[in-house]
């Protein structure tokens, strides 16, 4: 007892597994009574038991065993979890219960088994069962059996898969055991059950006893098919309506018959394959061609006995068929053709669908060999072609059937009627469609007139089962001309006919019977049928007696048939009997003067003829007779014309009015036609055309008015006839025309010499193209070049229109519609084949001879290349080819295959072509040829496997996609392993399925080799099949596709099931039937139909929830006609669609207070996965699901965890949207946002990753204006996300992510950027290493090596590895940044790196070398790097973002001319003086600073406290966002960018229509303000124009020169309209004026400008426009330019004399004007451009020149201005450096001494001095005392603001005050001081911008400007700059961060910042450059940096050591792009 208490403590697990059987047997109780207490089938304590379920039944102890088996039961039965369990489970019940002696244990093993089966598990229990099979022990065996006949018989066939079971069976039979033999002679019996006669041919070759046995066995069955009484778990529902079933009694089991029938099995399905090509005899090709006829006898046999085999495996037949197929077409021996055809016969039962491919071959021959008369060759020939029809369609032999139905034999006609007779048993409506039968029909109707009677009846026959397929409604169309005799007969056989088994028939046959029956008792069965294939058939059959019949016939004729046989009848009548008939219905005297003499008798005679007429009543007007009367003498000859008009108007009402039969219209349209082109009557006669179009049909009238056109030779008339034909088609749609007819027509027309018939011929043409399309424009292939070219551009202007809706004709139409909707995609192919079918094609067999083919098969390439050129070139000569090409496709099929890829292109090159010239009859090539095309997309090169796809498509146009998806030949292709085929293959299946609206059953073929995809080990194939999934289930089904994954192993399914939930949720809608189209359009052909299957292709994305609230009401319309499984279930989502739109409308992003800080806590104390992976496992997104719930609105989470990319850009696209409205919530879940985005990293598609891309930039900018700042928790889940994205292979998304690098910095500290940079420089990905490297690169130039993290020795270490990489991209980006370190910190940087290898540093070495040599030249790099806070978060800006402006563009353009231009004036230029990088203003990002900052900068420290005052810490000021940042993100601004863009284009159409753009903005006051702040980007860009015209676009002798006048015109047209504004005109800037003035007046110089028509004109207007630039531009800047660019055209000797005189004339007329505008003009500005002028052309060089009028202009310009502002004028020279340069101030000292008296003429200039001297000494000395005490405060620190501020309002209370004698003492410094504190006050008193200086100061000139004050101590001297100078710059850089002191130093910093200093010039280019728009900038940032220089004169001590002085250049292109960036 002692040991059993030892298990007893046990717990039960482990009792189970205890050696003691009694322990084991204890636990196994315990066991069931637990399993039996747990209710939760998914409960945990099952999974404890997973690994011992397989003990418990292989349990040793027998008693044990039998509880373990129970406790087995009940664990299977109730756990979740037991399916895992299956296969170890029954394999341990086969091998260790099933031969147990006890009957219980093998019962309970047996339940198990079964039980198994019913949670899913059939195919493994199966699988185990048929091992057991094999198993020695027979009773082990026989258990097998019994058990698998127990699951057959409780669960049914469709359950247990009857193949595998069937195969073994034989096997069981023969058996030494009788207890073996016994049990499957049961298993057999329950099989027949199932299954019936199919198992006959498994067991044909048992032994007779057995056979006979079984016979017997089989006899005693009920008739009755057997019910499943067992269900699985999924077939609850079915479960519960067999019980209710089997309580109601067997009543309704009846109604479920049909569906059984359905699912009978298929013999052929149970056999299995044998292969027979191998078992041919070796000499069977030889013995075949023998001449004795035994030896070929000996091969046929040989072959029929293998042919006899009933299942055949798939391979190469073709040479067996072509040996068979050339007996049967050429054997003289009757015996030996009846042999082969059995052949034939047996090869095609025995492949089946597989056969399809020869069915092609062998059909032609068969036909014609019905010409043997002996019975049994006719009968063999009758079982080939048979057996070859079941292989293939009917759409693909009909061609065939249709070429013998003409043949002189009247036994082939007979028995090719008797096959197609006998085919249609075999068809439904939808695989007889119209297309089919139409020709078919035709052919027969000729065969019922036959001589032979057995043709007649085999016609006969042929009709009344088409009859019974399709319903009398489809077939009496095409019967229209029969009499009734013969309908009556064509319907007596109708009713003769019976069906194919039922199945087959199931549109048309016995089922259509079955709802008539029932119809008058029930009222529910009705709608089943017409939910089958056919839906129109049922009812018409239900509704339809045979009573109906005739009348039926005429509506649903096609209206044209309808109307050729009601108006052919009207027989042609006499002269006298017309006269008779008029005279009864005619007043007499009408009737007398018709032929009168006088033409006014006639016109009153044609009156009172109208007036009858009108009167008439329809039934009594005797349309001919009066016709006839109207033709009589004079008839059409009538010279009068009002007469004609009359009597034309006549025939038109008499048209339209009577009864018009088609004699009555012959009467007339030879007359009709000769008026048509004349000009009083041609309206009449087009009208009167149109009524009798309308009553004869207008096919009819139209052909008979064509040709009677072109029989004449009046061009007016045919041109007149085409043109009223082409309206005509309009008003009655294209129904019934006989295109072949007229083309041959246009194509005379064509050709005519006329041009107006050539218009209207090419105008008529058009019209055709809107019906026909594409195809109409083959009959013009042959054309001239020039007229193919105009026939184009007529087709292109058709493009994309619709044909309107027939307006005329309705009547008969409506007729037509009901008899046209039963087949509406037969509608829209027939069009386009109608159209192909008028082709007229060739027959190329012939030119296909042996030695081409021999060709293309030899062994040398160049021969096969030779052999396929001749092949080409044969079908392009061609062009339009028949369907026979002989021998060609196998030669074509072997060249795919062929080892030159060079080769494989030219066949597919060639199929494109076979494809275009074959047309629709490329049908029956697809299985011979389109197959193997399917093949080559497994090639590894990309550009076979594109030119393969294209070949394939071109393929399917001509096809359509049903042909290829019957049988198993393309689905056998996907499951060939070949990753490129896969993956090429499922890509074009989704493109292709979507499109379809039905589909062959086959299809389901695909699922085993598609769920094999799912799994490829190919990435991308396992992409395309889960893309490919929703098309496959949209034909499918959910239920059939999920069933399908019962094969699959477990671990497979699980997966699987979970796409297919995916797909389901993505499935798209089927196409919708495009009846509407139809039925608006009825006459439409392919083109028509086009528009509508447009939309098709776009459904697939349209959810329930995308399309708003129309789309959804679109799909539940479509569902309805095609109504497949219930109109229900596509109803309901109509709901939810409209609700969740409105959803939609609230907030996307919710606040959730404090959930972020909650997560980063989960995160941390990891009770949530931390977000790090190397790809996203499912956890992932699920728990980033979970998080968002709460956070983001419901429809959003849907969009952005959807399975189809497209939701996720929808989703983005709202976001973008929300995300400045909702700022506050998207911070609040910024993590997960961020979470998200790092997702859509790990996809493909470039679409959504450039979408991210967008937002991420967007999101920043945001974050950067909001000063957030990225937490760790943030930063480290997305960042190196982000990093791995910079290697991405395409370009665009790597330039977005280095944007967003740069913008990151804004939002996170860049020391801590740089550890996940040097992550990223450790990846796989060159790429990616490359660009982190570089990124790296720029930190360390933009915040110095402080970056670095660690350290930067340790940094550089790992960087300096690089350098030896394999990559040379990533060679130079290390290099690169190693050379940045060392531009910061010298030689320091060898110590840093440490050791390298002697190559590598001799590397870094060069590199340094060069970058030292670059650095003066450009050092833009350097100049970039130089920063003030080497570590501010306001990172990298070294890239330039992105998203560049397009007038950046313009005016990098625009800065190359200009530096070409000063390279070639070659003037020297000083380089700006060059400063200690600290204390350096960052260009870059002033550049691109649009954002605010939020973190206070950190600093490099200086000890600079001893210098200065202490400053209090700054406290983060928010400054308001600049004008520059809101310009930047209006729609309005960024557009008139790019108009103006557009303006410099060297498209000529591009630049009128952006100058057309801006006219308009001009021409309106409202909107001209929007021009504002871009006039000098307009000028730039036009006058980049006008170079462009002068250089390029006059010298091209292509263009049109009228082109160029009106681009001319534009431009002159839009500056008038700009310098009529003079706001406008005064933005426009100095240096862009001159180069505006420099176009304008080349341009009126410009002696090919008078060559053009009206260049006069032209030159005239620039005339007024250069009048009007110079009075309302600016006028200081118009005189500097005008004097810069005489300084320039005097310099070039090369210049034209007449430009400089030009220039001097402009200057005049400023001269002239200078009274009235001299208080508007800068006198410092014009005198340092003259002081310029005169240093460059000194007196002595100005009188040297050929002209002495320059130096005459210059003299009466200074003597003007000297004369009206006096001595004055001497105190304008304050901004030249170096007064001794020039002669200027002498000569003007000079003038101003010769005109006399100086005080007066101050007196009258400057009255405020003139108003002091005359005031008295008592008021100067009080205005002295107080501006004495205003100056004091201004002097003193503390109240500076004040004085200046006094001082402001004194000089606005005495505007006349002099000051001059308080600042004459004072430093220069102190007088600009004052000046700029003034002229703030007045900014500020006014409104303006604080910082916004240079509207009120003019700036001017290239160089930067500093004091030039004698204490000023300049780098350049080599002396030292002053601390306060950094300090000074220190506080700009503060406030330019948002950052104050405190207010008093705030104001004075403004103070400082808006100082206008006089200015020295560093360095001076003698001429003015016209970037001194720009330039203005630098000039400003000078000042204020400078301005302190001389303000503190305690600080003396030495700054740092000046750094090489920076080149200027670089400065000023900075400047300029800080210019374009902030527009």
């Known amino acids: 007892m002692g040991d059993d208490s030892e298990w007893m403590k046990l717990p039960i697990d482990q009792k189970c597994e205890h050696k003691v059987w009694k322990a084991r047997l204890n636990g196994y109780e315990e066991a069931l009574k637990l399993f039996q207490r747990i209710s939760d089938e998914k409960s945990p304590e099952w999974g404890k038991y997973l690994g011992l379920i397989k003990k418990f039944v292989t349990e040793s102890n027998a008693v044990a065993q039998l509880k373990g088996l129970e406790a087995a039961l009940v664990f299977v039965e109730n756990a979740h979890v037991a399916g895992k369990t299956t296969g170890e489970v029954v394999s341990g019940v086969v091998s260790k219960v099933f031969n147990q002696p006890k009957a219980r244990a093998k019962e309970l093993g047996t339940d198990i088994c079964l039980m198994y089966v019913e949670i899913e598990k059939a195919e493994i229990v199966q699988d185990e069962l048929i091992k057991g099979l094999d198993n020695k022990n027979p009773k082990i065996v026989v258990a097998c059996i019994e058990t698998l006949r127990k699951a057959l018989s409780e669960f049914g066939s469709k359950i247990i898969t009857l193949k595998p079971v069937v195969k073994v069976l034989p096997k069981l039979f023969e058996s030494r055991e009788k207890a073996v033999r016994d049990e499957a002679k049961l298993l057999a019996v329950e099989i027949y059950k199932w299954i019936r006669d199919a198992l006959r041919t498994p067991l044909q070759n048992l032994n007779s006893v057995q056979l006979k046995e079984l016979e017997e066995e089989w006899v005693k069955l009920p008739t009755g098919i057997p019910k499943q009484s067992r269900f699985l778990r999924s077939q609850q529902d079915l479960k519960a309506k067999f019980e209710q079933q089997q309580a109601a009694g067997s009543d309704e089991a009846d109604g479920d018959d049909d569906e059984q029938t359905d699912t009978r099995v298929d013999p052929y399905e149970l056999l299995e394959a044998v292969e027979i090509l191998s078992k041919l005899p070796k000499d069977f090709y030889d013995k075949i061609e023998a001449k004795k006829w035994q030896e070929r006898k000996e091969a046929l046999e040989a072959v029929e006995t293998l042919t006899k085999i009933p299942k055949l495996e798939s391979g190469d037949y073709g040479d067996l068929v072509r040996a068979l197929k050339k007996v049967v077409g050429k054997d003289a021996n009757v015996m030996l053709v009846t042999l082969a055809a059995k052949c034939l016969a047996g090869l095609a039962t025995g492949l089946r669908k597989k056969f399809g491919t020869y069915a092609g071959l062998v059909v032609p021959t068969v036909l014609e060999k019905f010409k043997e008369k002996k019975p049994q060759v006719v009968q063999a020939l009758q079982e080939a072609i048979d057996a070859v029809f079941l292989t293939t369609t009917l759409q693909n032999i009909s061609e065939d059937v249709l070429a013998v139905m003409d043949n002189k034999n009247p036994s082939i006609k007979q028995q090719a009627s008797l096959f197609l007779a006998r085919s249609f048993r075999h068809c439904t409506p939808s695989t007889l469609p119209k297309s089919v039968l139409k020709p078919l029909c035709a052919a027969f109707l000729k065969q019922v007139n036959d001589s032979a009677p057995e043709v007649r009846d085999a016609a006969f026959e042929a009709l009344g089962t088409a009859m019974k397929v399709v319903g009398e409604k489809a077939v009496n169309p095409f019967l229209a001309d029969l009499d009734k ?156 014309f009002q007469v004609m008009q009359m009597k034309l108007h006549i025939v038109g009402l008499i048209a339209g009015k009577g009864t018009f039969s088609k004699t009555s219209a012959l009467v007339v349209l030879d007359g009709l036609v000769d008026k048509i082109g004349d000009v009083k009557c041609g309206g009449n006669a087009k009208e009167a055309l149109t009524n009798i179009g309308e009553a004869c049909s207008l096919p009819w009238t139209a052909e008979q008015v064509v040709s009677l056109a072109f029989a004449q030779k009046n061009p007016k008339n045919q041109a007149e006839s085409l043109n009223w034909l082409a309206n005509a088609m309009k008003e009655f749609g294209f129904a019934g025309i006989n295109v072949k007819a007229f083309i041959n027509n246009v194509k005379t027309a064509l050709g005519a010499t006329n041009p107006a018939v050539r218009t209207s011929a090419i105008a008529l043409l058009g019209v055709m193209y809107l019906y026909m399309g594409a195809p109409l424009r083959m009959f013009f292939e042959d054309e001239k070049p020039a007229l193919l070219s105009q026939i184009d551009a007529e087709f292109e202007k ?390 968002m719930a709460s956070c983001l609105a419901k429809w959003l989470q849907d969009e952005l965890f959807h399975f189809d990319f497209q939701h996720h850009v929808k989703a983005v696209n709202a976001m973008i949207e929300h995300m400045e409205a909702e700022a506050e919530a998207v911070l609040g879940c910024l993590d997960l946002i961020l979470k998200w985005f790092t997702l859509r990293f790990f996809d493909t598609n470039t679409s959504i990753l450039i979408k991210a891309m967008e937002f991420l930039k967007l999101l920043f900018t945001m974050l950067s204006r909001e000063n957030y700042h990225l937490s760790e928790y943030e930063a480290s889940s997305f960042i190196p996300y982000l990093i791995l994205k910079v290697g991405e292979s395409k370009d665009v998304v790597r330039k977005d992510v280095r944007a967003i690098l740069t913008m990151l910095c804004n939002v996170y500290s860049a020391n801590k950027m740089f550890p996940f940079l040097m992550e990223g420089t450790k990846s796989k990905n060159s790429k990616q290493r490359c660009e982190c490297l570089e990124e790296l690169g720029c930190l360390i130039e933009n915040y110095g090596m402080n970056v670095c993290q660690p350290t930067p020795a340790k940094a550089l270490k790992d960087i300096a590895v690089h350098i030896g990489d394999r990559d040379t991209t990533v060679r130079n980006a290390a290099l690169n940044t190693v050379v940045a370190a060392y531009n910061v910190c010298g030689d320091q940087v060898f110590k840093l790196i440490g050791n390298l290898s002697e190559k590598d540093m001799s590397m870094l070495e060069e590199r340094i070398k060069r970058s030292a040599k670059k650095t003066p030249a450009v050092s833009t790099k350097q100049e970039k790097a130089q920063r003030e806070h080497p570590t501010n978060p306001n990172a990298t800006f070294l890239r330039k973002p992105a998203q560049e402006d397009v007038p950046n563009k313009l005016k990098i353009m625009y800065r190359t001319y200009r530096i070409q231009a000063r390279s070639q004036n070659a003037h020297s230029e000083h380089t700006a003086p060059s400063i200690p990088r600290e204390f350096q203003l960052d260009l870059d990002m002033i550049e691109n600073d649009h954002t605010r900052v939020s973190e206070f900068p950190d600093l490099v420290q200086h000890k600079l406290d001893e210098l200065l005052e202490p400053v209090s810490i700054p406290e983060p000021k928010i400054r308001s966002v600049s004008p520059h940042f809101d310009d930047l993100h209006n729609s309005t601004a960024s557009t008139i960018n790019f108009v103006i863009s557009q303006v410099a284009s060297g498209d000529i159409n591009a630049s009128i229509q952006a100058l057309a753009q801006i006219d308009e903005v001009l021409r309106q006051e409202d909107k001209a303000e929007a021009m504002s702040g871009h006039i000098d980007q307009f000028l730039i860009a036009t006058f980049m124009q006008l170079r462009l015209i002068y250089n390029t676009h006059m010298a091209d002798d292509r263009l049109d020169k009228k082109d160029i006048f009106k681009l001319y015109s534009c431009i002159i047209g839009n500056m008038l309209s700009l310098f009529s504004m003079e706001s406008l005109a005064r933005e426009a800037s100095m240096g862009v004026l001159k180069d505006l003035m420099h176009g304008l007046i080349t341009l009126m110089l410009d002696s090919r400008v008078e060559d053009i028509e009206d260049g006069q004109q032209l030159i005239r207007s620039v005339n007024l426009l250069v009048v009007r630039v110079l009075e309302k531009s600016d006028q200081t800047n118009i005189l500097s330019a005008l004097l810069v660019l005489l300084q320039d055209s005097l310099i070039t000797t090369a210049g034209s004399p007449m430009f400089s005189e030009l220039v001097m004339k402009c200057l005049w007329r400023m001269i002239r004007f200078l009274p009235e505008t001299i208080n508007s003009i800068n006198l410092d500005r014009i005198l340092l451009d003259v002081h310029n002028f005169m240093k460059v052309f000194p007196k002595e060089k100005l009188k040297q020149l050929k002209s002495d009028v320059p130096h005459r202009t210059l003299k009466t310009l200074l003597h003007t201005l000297c004369k009206l502002t006096g001595a004055k004028i001497l105190d304008h020279l304050s901004m030249i450096e170096n007064r001794n340069e020039s002669e200027l101030e002498a000569h003007l000292r000079r003038v101003v001494k010769h005109s006399g008296n100086l005080s007066g003429l101050k007196s009258d200039l400057n009255t405020e001095k003139g108003a002091l001297r005359s005031d008295d000494k008592l008021i100067k000395a009080k205005v002295s005392d107080i501006l004495s005490e205003i100056f004091k405060k201004i002097g003193s620190k503390e109240n500076t603001k004040e004085g200046l501020t006094e001082l402001y309002e004194y000089k606005q209370k005495y505007s006349d005050a002099d000051l001059e004698p308080f600042l004459r003492n004072t430093s220069q410094f102190f007088q600009s001081y004052v000046e700029r504190g003034l002229r703030m006050i007045e900014s500020e008193r006014e409104g303006k911008s604080r910082i916004q200086t240079s509207a009120v100061i003019p700036q001017h000139s290239t160089e930067s400007y500093t004091p030039s004050h004698s204490s000023m101590q300049v780098n350049s001297n080599g002396e030292d700059l002053k601390p306060a100078v950094y300090y000074e710059r220190l506080k700009i850089l503060r406030q330019r961060h948002g950052l104050e002191n405190s207010k008093q130093q705030q104001q004075q910093q403004q103070l400082q910042e808006d100082e206008r200093p006089p200015f020295s010039s560093l360095s001076k280019p003698p001429l003015a450059s016209s970037t001194d728009m720009l330039h203005s900038k630098l000039s400003q940032l000078k000042e204020s940096r400078e301005s302190h220089f001389q303000q503190d004169p305690r600080s003396h001590s030495p700054g740092r050591a000046s750094s090489p002085a920076a080149n200027l250049d670089d400065l000023k292109k900075r400047l300029e792009r800080i210019k374009s960036n902030r527009q």
Request: with cysteine; charged share 30%.
């Open 485 to 640: 005799l013969k309908l009556d007969k064509i319907k007596e056989c109708a009713d003769k006919v019976e069906l194919a088994g039922g199945k087959k028939g199931g549109g048309g046959g016995e089922k259509k019977e079955k709802p008539a029956a029932k119809a008058p008792p029930v009222e529910e069965p009705p709608p089943k049928p017409a939910a089958g294939p056919s839906k129109k058939a049922p009812a018409a059959k239900a509704a339809g007696p045979p009573k109906k019949g005739k009348p039926a016939s005429a509506p649903s004729a096609k209206g044209k048939k309808a109307a050729d046989t009601k108006e052919v009848v009207e027989t042609e009548l006499s002269l006298e009997v017309c006269e008779e008939k008029s005279a009864a219905v005619l007043p007499a005297s009408c009737m007398q003067l018709l032929d009168s003499a006088n033409w006014k008798e006639r016109l009153a005679s044609m009156e009172e003829f109208q007036r009858a007429v009108e009167q008439m009543d329809k039934s009594e007007m005797p349309c001919q007779a009066l016709v006839r009367m109207l033709a009589k003498k004079p008839g059409w000859k009538e010279t009068n």
């Open 798 to 1187: 058709m493009q994309g229109q619709s044909p309107p809706a027939p307006t005329r004709g309705q009547t008969k139409k409506g007729a037509e519609e009901d008899g046209e909707d039963a087949d509406e995609e037969d509608g829209v192919d027939r069009g386009a084949g109608d159209i192909m079918d008028l082709l007229p094609r060739t027959d190329i067999s012939d030119k296909i001879t042996s030695d081409m083919v021999a060709k293309i098969s030899d062994k040398n390439w160049k021969i096969r290349k030779e052999g396929l050129d001749e092949v080409s070139a044969v079908i392009s000569e061609a062009k339009f080819i028949q369907s026979n090409i002989g021998d060609l496709p196998m030669a074509l099929k072997g060249r795919l295959g062929d080892s030159n890829k060079l080769l494989v292109q030219q066949t597919l090159n060639i199929f494109q072509q076979i494809a275009t010239a074959m047309g629709p009859s490329l049908k029956q090539h697809v299985r011979n040829l389109g197959f193997p095309i399917i093949t080559v997309l497994g090639d590894s090169k990309p550009n076979i496997r594109a030119t393969a796809l294209a070949t394939l498509n071109s393929w399917v146009e001509q096809t359509g996609m049903k042909e290829w998806l019957e049988g198993e030949d393309l689905s056998e292709e996907l499951k060939r392993e070949n990753p490129f085929l896969r993956q090429e293959l499922l890509g074009w299946l989704s493109e292709r399925l979507p499109n379809m609206r039905t589909v062959p059953a086959d299809l389901m073929l695909f699922i085993p080799h598609l769920y094999a995809c799912l799994e490829d080990r190919n990435g991308d194939v396992r992409k395309k099949a889960q893309d490919a999934l929703p098309t496959f289930m949209m034909h499918l089904g959910y239920d059939k596709m999920n069933k399908a994954t019962s094969k699959l192993k477990t671990s497979s399914k699980d997966q699987v099931v979970a796409m297919l939930e995916k797909a389901r949720a993505v499935m798209p809608a089927k196409p919708a039937a495009p009846a509407k189209a139809a039925s608006s359009k009825p006459a439409q052909s392919a083109p028509a139909a086009k528009p509508a299957s447009a939309p098709a292709k776009s459904q697939p994305v349209v959810e329930d929830y995308s399309g708003g609230e129309s789309k959804p009401d679109k799909k539940v319309k479509s569902a309805g006609p095609a109504a497949k499984k219930g109109v229900v279930g596509k109803k309901a989502p109509a709901k939810p669609a409209a609700k969740d739109e409105e959803d939609k409308s609230g907030p996307i992003f919710i606040l959730v207070p404090n959930s972020k800080e909650q997560r980063m806590k989960e995160e941390k104390a990891l009770k949530i996965l931390k977000w790090n992976f190397i790809t996203p496992r499912d956890e992932y997104v699920e728990q980033l699901k979970t998080q």
